[in-house]
C-alpha cells in the first residue's frame, strides 16, 4: 500500500471518528434536559436503581459483546435506546 493510500485512510478514519464525537456531544447536549425531567418525575427511583446495575455490570456488558453476543443497537437515534425503559 503506497503511502498516499494509507494516509488518505487514516484520514478518513480520523474523519469519521471526530463526526461521531461531535454527534454524541450534541445528543447529549441536547438529552440532558428530558434527563433531569426524566430524574425529576422518577418517584419510585427505578431509573436511579437501573442506571446502578447498569454501571455494575457494564464490564459483564464489554465481555459478552467480544464474546459474540450482540451489543446495543448503534444508529442516528442510538442515544435513545433508553426510552424503551419508560414504557
Known sequence: MTRTMRMT???SGDA???VNGFAR???HLMMAPVERIADACDVAGLLAARRAAWR???SLYRAARRGGYPGRRRGPFGC?????ELT
Open 56 to 58: 455494575a455490570g457494564s
Open 25 to 27: 456531544i450534541a445528543s
Open 80 to 84: 435513545l435506546h433508553y426510552l424503551s
Open 9 to 11: 485512510t487514516l484520514f
Open 16 to 18: 469519521v471518528a471526530l
